[in-house]
């Protein structure tokens, strides 16, 4: 009974108002948010590789965001590098949300300057070698000095909207490796490039290109303050959509949750 579970749950801060769909069924944004999340996040078991329900409402919340404002050419994919955690772990994250599936699951690298064994520090600024923050939309591919390459560009004024000037891409590394990782050696190598293991990029680089939603996080009190994203009060767009059409486009699973709970009430 989606509706009702729905007006029983907490308010949540991501967005507020409530909505009338095309199909005239009236639901509060801010729970209705919190259940697809929640659904999404249990239905991908993204808690067994390593992300936080956290770091995944952000993500998907900014996903909803530049998709809202049009700024997604490529919907449906979500790219998230999580550096709350070392660089040890598998912490970037490539998700197909239509599918609700874990297309990869690997090691991506940071700025050397960023930090060691984890990245505390980022930064924007020209030379700094720092990671930047924020959501990203991916852009076109090349062949540089560090072979096959995808350029970003920042969609956060102040975080990361000088990325494609600083040259910050995605592209492949000798030195993040499941080797290093077993040894502990930090991955912090780059100029502030998302390095992924060679071995991978290609197939990386060949789904996420054009226009899909990148995300790179970190708990940085400063960031999670101004970014007017995370802190954006907006209707999501998947909530404005008939529930039928809604859940069309979500895993079978989820569709499943929400045509039941429409249908008994």
């Avoid at 999580?82 to 949300?97: A, E, N």
Wanted: aromatic residues 10%; proline residues 3%; contains cysteine.
């Amino acid at each position: 009974m989606l509706t009702s579970m729905i007006a029983k749950n907490a308010a949540s801060p991501a967005v507020s108002s409530p909505v009338t769909t095309a199909a005239n069924t009236v639901i509060n944004t801010s729970s209705a948010s919190d259940f697809l999340v929640d659904s999404l996040y249990s239905n991908m078991q993204l808690n067994a590789i390593g992300l936080s329900r956290d770091v995944f409402f952000a993500a998907y919340k900014g996903y909803q965001y530049l998709l809202a404002a049009n700024k997604i050419a490529k919907q449906g994919l979500l790219t998230i590098c999580d550096y709350s955690q070392p660089s040890s772990k598998k912490r970037l994250y490539v998700l197909d949300l239509n599918s609700a599936a874990i297309l990869f699951n690997t090691y991506v690298s940071h700025g050397r300057n960023s930090g060691n064994e984890y990245a505390t520090s980022f930064s924007n600024r020209n030379d700094s070698h720092k990671t930047s923050l924020g959501f990203m939309r991916t852009g076109e591919t090349y062949r540089g000095d560090n072979g096959y390459s995808l350029r970003l560009d920042g969609m956060e004024r102040g975080f990361n909207d000088n990325v494609r000037t600083r040259a910050i891409v995605m592209h492949g590394s000798n030195y993040v490796n499941d080797g290093r990782a077993s040894n502990g050696t930090m991955m912090g190598r780059s100029y502030g490039c998302p390095a992924v293991p060679a071995s991978e990029v290609k197939s990386i680089i060949n789904t996420i290109k054009g226009g899909t939603c990148f995300f790179s996080y970190y708990p940085d009190k400063f960031y999670t303050k101004a970014s007017k994203i995370l802190n954006a009060n907006f209707t999501w767009p998947v909530l404005t959509q008939p529930l039928q059409l809604a859940a069309a486009k979500m895993p079978d699973s989820l569709a499943k949750i929400i045509t039941a709970g429409n249908s008994v009430n």
